[in-house]
């Protein structure tokens, strides 16, 4: 069992930067593939950054590709999404995700097993 917690979102002006973390608790979570989603007023959740475990390698959204990073500190058992030259359409909730090992797309939603509550990102023109 996973359980995370997301912090970080606020509103900001267009061209800031921010960044947000994910808290997880669990044992499994050290060997999970992590991910983060968003979700704006009417629209489906969509994918924006994941990284793989074991390989460490990222995955970014097109729209995101450039200025956001994802990242992972083992130590404390969090992930995060560091957000450079935010513009408007980037506002939505956030959120963090995880699931096992497995040769889905990393962008996928359906694969991801646990998420966290989300937090909202408001970016203003």
């Known amino acids: 069992q996973v359980q995370l917690v997301e912090s970080g979102g606020r509103m900001v002006q267009a061209g800031d930067s921010l960044r947000l973390s994910c808290v997880a608790s669990?044992?499994?979570?050290?060997?999970?593939?992590k991910a983060w989603f968003r979700q704006a007023p009417g629209k489906e959740r969509e994918f924006v950054a994941a990284l793989r475990w074991p390989t460490d390698s990222t995955n970014y959204a097109d729209s995101v590709k450039g200025r956001f990073t994802i990242s992972i500190d083992n130590a404390r058992n969090t992930v995060y999404l560091q957000m450079n030259s935010l513009k408007p359409e980037d506002t939505a909730v956030y959120y963090c995700?995880?699931?096992?090992?497995?040769?889905?797309?990393?962008?996928?939603?359906?694969?991801?097993?646990?998420w966290g509550q989300g937090t909202q990102v408001t970016v203003s023109s």
């Open positions: 995700a995880a699931r096992p090992s497995t040769i889905a797309t990393l962008q996928s939603r359906a694969t991801y097993l646990y």
């Open positions: 669990g044992r499994t979570f050290g060997s999970y593939t």
